[in-house]
């Protein structure tokens, strides 16, 4: 997903999320907006992983970090704690639930 991000490729970082989530087209619109604003650079840190064959719940310390296309933009750091659920559906993991999804809305770049 970090890698997605950097890369600008919403679809694999869509990827892992359940199309039923509840948010997951704010989550998409948010994302698409984010990357066609800036160039990214992101990086995770599990700190938690609990569960067991069917069910994750996982802490990630997320750094996200958002430069401005324009050459003299402005940068902007985020980093936080992402809690995210995950449930195995056939041979695959998807993200059920991620808080807070307000980590990933578009960065504030004309101030």
Do not use: C
Request: proline share 5%; hydrophobic share 40%; charged share 25%.
């Amino acid at each position: 997903m970090a890698a997605a991000l950097s890369d600008t490729n919403v679809p694999e970082f869509m990827g892992a999320f359940d199309k039923n989530m509840p948010g997951y087209g704010k989550l998409k619109t948010d994302v698409t907006a984010l990357m066609t604003q800036a160039d990214i650079s992101s990086s995770i840190e599990p700190i938690k992983d609990e569960g067991d064959d069917a069910a994750h719940k996982m802490d990630l310390d997320w750094f996200l970090q958002v430069r401005s296309l324009s050459q003299a933009g402005p940068i902007v750091t985020r980093r936080e704690i992402i809690h995210a659920e995950l449930r195995k559906q056939g041979k695959h993991w998807k993200i059920v639930s991620l808080q807070p999804m307000e980590f990933f809305a578009p960065a504030k770049l004309d101030k």
